[in-house]
């Protein structure tokens, strides 16, 4: 195994972009074998609508006066995965495609992931800013840090 690491963090929603259940749980197993044991592992994600029906939308993300980004996707509710695209439309350029799919997670299952691997939530903000998380925050930032033994 390489060197150990005291402190692990993923940018906003990159947890969500493992494509699975099984990556994602992988990952903490991953984790908890690099982090030392005084470290912490730090992951920042979005909040799902988990009430949001199944099926498709197409919403406009940015309007210029020579470029329209328009956001498509479908939502799968049973599988937690969305899948998507963003359809970029210029005058000068034409279109551009940009791919994405995301699997999200409630809190709740993302704290019972760390469990299995051995980690313990030691703080949860709204945000970077740690301002107190919510009942209605719309995302959080949870450090989570390995179980004493």
Known sequence: M????????????????????????????EVAERLTPDGVFVIEAAIPDVDR?????????????DRVVLSVDVHDPTSQIVEGQFVE?????????????IRYCTVDEIDAMATAAGFV???????MN??????DSASHVTVYSPRAT
């Open 2 to 29: 390489g060197e150990r690491e005291d402190r692990l963090s993923l940018a906003y929603n990159t947890f969500f972009s493992l494509g699975s259940i099984e990556a994602q749980r992988r990952l903490f197993v």
């Open 53 to 65: 029906p199944a099926g498709d939308t197409v919403r406009v993300r940015s309007l210029d006066v």
């Open 89 to 101: 439309i210029t005058e000068a350029k034409g279109v551009r495609l940009r791919p994405w799919r």
């Open 121 to 127: 939530p030691r703080h949860r903000w709204e945000n």
């Open 130 to 135: 740690r301002d107190p998380f919510e009942a």
